[in-house]
């Protein structure tokens, strides 16, 4: 009964949600939130069930058994097709739950002793419902690739920092995560993993039904410049929209990012071949490679570039900081001014790297870099606000609304580039206000 005291709290606090309503449209919503974070918790106890249950399928459907297989018997293959059948999952879920079950279970040695779990951590975060078994997925999956090159040490920190810092957050975001821990994990591994992938770089095209049809696929480092180039044609396409006085004429520019990136193609590709047009709008779009100066020039560790997550060696951030169009961030130099005061209203071009180097992009949903734009946390005419780094931050037009239609509230600790910023949710959404960290410090979680 005990493993099941949690699944019964959950299903008990659903049940204290709904109430007498008859249904969802019946709720309140408030109670539409909280119905919503009480599936939460009881879908990440299913899940804590779930994986247990799997690994002990697992260990009864071992090949050593033969005809006494649990799956065998039951008429199955394996034992991820047993479960992928009764839950509806497909048979790779299956798989990565039964991989779950198998790290996060406890163990017996040879005397039938018991052993803790092979990632305590995960399985103690599995059961509280802390973690879902997707999010456990990705975590145990990294640790699994790196603990040979990482040793035993360096695995349960990255352990305890990825434990940290994934609940609350959505799958993709836990995969963000991923990928920069197992940069910090297995540093050395990253340059092959990326000669790996530039063997794999292809770009294809055909033509059907009357369409040219194109197929990309890039390394990190070869697909840095398109999307750079990309997003900056989008985003300052989007910024004339706003400035342009005719936004519902019917002749007026309602194309959709696709369609802006296609354009962008052709634009870029048309220029090549003789375009006589002197400037491209790509609202300054620039790739920027981010680093430690002390990496950089030992050609050692790892490096980021602005609006994309996968990291990349030390050697790559050297070859890319000598092409054209590509820069390593230097800030705060004798020759950059990063606060202005009164002086000027708009935040300079060296003041939005260091922003971009604090808050990643939209300090609020991580958007890119190419998608945002600075603002002054106590505005310019109305607070008499100063241009300075402590008083600007990053955001899209969509959080930038949201913040002010909305009440909530930004606090900045500390400063320069190191410093944090943290979203101060309004009443209404959290009665406590208890502060949420934004910027690039949530996923810089080996920092």
């Not at 008990?12 to 249904?23: I, Q």
């Not at 048979?91 to 039964?98: E, K, P, S, V, Y």
């Not at 410049?225 to 005719?246: K, T």
């Not at 959080?399 to 500390?414: E, Q, V």
Request: proline residues 4%; aromatic residues 4%.
């Amino acid at each position: 009964m005990p493993k099941l005291t949690g699944l019964h709290e959950a299903i008990s606090r659903l049940d204290e949600v709904w109430a007498d309503a008859g249904d969802s449209n019946d709720l309140s919503r408030e109670q539409l939130i909280a119905a919503n974070e009480a599936i939460g918790i009881l879908q990440r106890r299913v899940d804590a069930l779930h994986v247990e249950v799997a690994a002990g399928i697992a260990s009864e459907s071992r090949t050593e058994l033969g005809a006494d297989s649990l799956a065998k018997q039951q008429g199955f293959r394996t034992p991820a097709k047993l479960i992928a059948a009764a839950t509806g999952v497909s048979t790779g879920d299956a798989i990565r739950l039964i991989k779950v079950g198998e790290a996060t279970a406890t163990r017996t040695d040879l005397l039938g002793a018991r052993l803790p779990a092979k990632y305590p951590l995960v399985s103690e975060a599995l059961s509280t419902g802390s973690l879902s078994a997707q999010a456990a997925a990705l975590i145990t999956a990294v640790l699994e690739r790196c603990r040979i090159a990482a040793g035993p040490l360096r695995t349960s920190e990255g352990e305890q920092l990825l434990v940290d810092a994934a609940p609350g957050l959505a799958l993709d975001e836990v995969r963000r995560l991923v990928v920069r821990i197992e940069a910090w994990l297995d540093p050395d591994g990253v340059e092959p993993r990326l000669d790996e992938e530039r063997g794999k770089r292809s770009l294809t095209f055909y033509e059907r039904n009357g369409r040219l049809h194109l197929d990309g696929s890039f390394d990190v480092e070869t697909g840095a410049p398109i999307v750079a180039a990309l997003r900056g044609y989008v985003s300052a396409s989007f910024a004339s929209r706003e400035d342009s006085p005719d936004q519902d004429a019917p002749d007026a520019d309602h194309r959709s990012i696709a369609m802006l990136q296609a354009d962008a193609l052709a634009l870029f590709c048309a220029h090549v071949l003789g375009c006589k047009s002197e400037k491209l709008p790509l609202a300054g779009a620039t790739v920027v490679v981010r680093m430690n100066v002390s990496d950089l020039e030992s050609a050692k560790g790892t490096a980021t570039i602005d609006g994309i997550d996968q990291p990349i060696s030390a050697a790559a951030a050297r070859r890319m900081a000598a092409d054209g169009g590509v820069i390593p961030c230097v800030l705060g130099g004798d020759s950059e001014i990063l606060d202005w005061g009164r002086k000027k209203r708009f935040f300079t071009k060296a003041q939005r790297l260091a922003l971009v180097e604090r808050d990643g992009g939209c300090a609020m949903c991580y958007l890119p870099p190419e998608m945002v734009r600075a603002h002054h946390l106590r505005w310019w005419k109305r607070h008499h606000g100063r241009t300075d780094l402590s008083n600007g931050i990053l955001l899209c037009e969509s959080c930038h609304h949201r913040i002010h239609d909305n009440g909530w509230d930004i606090h900045i600790d500390g400063t320069g580039v190191n410093a944090r910023v943290w979203f101060i949710p309004p009443a209404h959404v959290d009665p406590a206000r208890m502060p949420r960290l934004g910027g690039r410090a949530r996923f810089d979680v080996a920092a």
